[in-house]
């Protein structure tokens, strides 16, 4: 069965950190691209971080550049964001994604709130 599962999410206080993992199962996650997307109620789904098959690169949103760092570990068939350094405005729902060719597949989603 084709699975990913996000998971980490929570509620944090501004400046704080919090690390989001994507594990995936029932596929060769290693040959995917995997993308981290956030959206809030009434905004369209935004791109935050992107990491190549086997992670030959990365990329990131200007908004959380130097902040948020994408990992893998293939090994363990996950991917991770790691997010340093959390604003309010960080506040959204994260989900992972991950596509090769005509095949994608999308998480649940995991709720992360900055706030004090």
């Known amino acids: 069965q084709v699975q990913l599962v996000e998971s980490g999410g929570g509620l944090v206080q501004p400046g704080g950190s919090l690390r989001l993992s994507c594990a995936a199962s029932?596929?060769?996650?290693?040959?995917?691209?995997v993308r981290w997307y956030r959206q809030t109620p009434g905004k369209e789904r935004e791109l935050v971080a992107i990491?190549?098959?086997?992670?030959?690169?990365?990329n990131y949103a200007d908004s959380v550049k130097g902040r948020f760092t994408i990992a893998r570990a293939n090994a363990k068939n996950t991917v991770y964001l790691q997010m340093n350094s959390l604003k309010p405005e960080d506040t959204a729902v994260y989900y992972c994604?991950?596509?090769?060719?005509?095949?994608?597949?999308w998480g649940q989603g995991t709720q992360v709130t900055v706030s004090s």
């Open positions: 990491s190549t098959s086997a992670g030959g690169s990365t």
């Open positions: 029932g596929f060769n996650f290693n040959l995917y691209a």
């Open positions: 994604h991950a596509k090769r060719l005509s095949y994608e597949y």
